[in-house]
């Protein structure tokens, strides 16, 4: 994984951080944007693999969600993630009539794009992720029942 995604200080805070609801600001340019792609990765679908690996799971229940205001940014999001995501997992499908990616391990990375505040109505097994072309990130750790 280093190899692919080596997190800069604020990323690595932002990564190891247990709060529920974190914000993150700044300017074009620090990384908020790949912190936010990359969070499900480094904080859940690593520990998946390696669970459905050893034979623990048969499948993960585990599901993020990554969304952005704007459907051009949310593309460019998405061409970053065509990138990444298969060279952590060889098997990651992309299913575009979803815009989601579903590892081989079952776990879902799924995008979207936020017209008004009721564009995403959460499933319990959702991790949202938001993304704003403004100057701050939310990273919300929704645990379902």
Known sequence: ??????????QQEFHICT???????GAAGPGKS???LMDPIQTQLIGEHQRWQRGEIVESAGWA?????EFPRLEQTIERAHRLF??????????????RYTFSCGYKV???H????????????????IDSRLVWLFKSRHTGG
């Open 1 to 10: 994984m280093a190899d692919l995604y080596t997190p800069a200080p604020v």
């Open 19 to 25: 709060a529920n609801e974190i914000l993150l600001g």
């Open 34 to 36: 790949l912190a936010l």
């Open 65 to 69: 969600l990554h969304l952005r205001r």
């Open 86 to 99: 298969r060279q952590f997992d060889s098997g990651a499908r992309w299913e575009a009539a979803n815009q």
């Open 110 to 112: 799924q995008f979207g």
């Open 114 to 129: 936020v017209r008004t505040k009721n564009s995403w109505p959460l499933s319990e097994k959702q991790n949202p992720m």
